[in-house]
Every structure is written in C-alpha cells, then in structure tokens.
Nanobody
Framework: QVQLVESGGGLVQAGGSLRLSCAASGRIFSIGTMAWYRQAPGKQRELVARISSGGSTNYGDSLKGRFTISRDNAKNTAYLQMNSLKPEDTAVYSC??????????????WGQGTQVTVSA
C-alpha cells in the first residue's frame, strides 16, 4: 500500500512559477520511476515529466525548458518546478510512482492530484 500525496498547487499569474511536491509513503522497497501527469477538463491526461531512480528524465512536448522534475530518493519525494507558466498549463496535476514494495511486488500508485490554475 504505497500512497502518494501531492502538494504545492494553487493560483498563479501567467509567467510565474510554482513547485509541486509528491511524497510517497508506505511499504516501499524501491521506486523505479516517478512522474507527473496533468489533465484539463474535457482533455486526455498527458505526461508532463518523469524521472527514473538514476535521474534520467523525460518531458512532454513543449515543456522541456520550462518544467524541471527532480527527486529525493531518501525522502521518496518528487518535485516539479514549473516556470514561465501559461494559462494553458491550467490542469489537475497528478503524481505517479512505480516500483517495488517491501514484498518485492510491483506497485503503480497515483496521488489524488493538485489543482494548478494560471491566470492571464
């Protein structure tokens, strides 16, 4: 039972910055990949960024250069630094983690999401 809790969402003006956090807890042995996704009303969920246990990163189209994903393995926490925010970034941002629990069984957990609203 691995749980993820996102925090850091809120209202920000266009051009501003925001940092999201995703804290994983539970019977965790290892987390292979942590990722941020977002979904706007009426739109499909899309990948924002993901990071491996070794620090390799991938970003969604047009997001590289504005968003940066990082992680603190000791804290089982991932972060998403969002800069130069645009109104089209408005969405619910959700965290995902995949790894092994203490029974060495795979888990794929999602957080409840945090709302990010960017005003013009």
């Amino acid at each position: 039972q691995v749980q993820l809790v996102e925090s850091g969402g809120g209202l920000v003006q266009a051009g501003g910055s925001l940092r999201l956090s995703c804290a994983a807890s539970g019977r965790i042995f290892s987390i292979g990949t942590m990722a941020w996704y977002r979904q706007a009303p009426g739109k499909q969920r899309e990948l924002v960024a993901r990071i491996s246990s070794g620090g390799s990163t991938n970003y969604g189209d047009s997001l590289k250069g504005r968003f940066t994903i990082s992680r603190d393995n000791a804290k089982n926490t991932a972060y998403l630094q969002m800069n130069s925010l645009k109104p089209e970034d408005t969405a619910v941002y959700s965290c995902n983690a995949m790894g092994l629990n203490t029974q060495r069984l795979a888990f794929n957990s999602w957080g409840q999401g945090t709302q990010v609203t960017v005003s013009a």
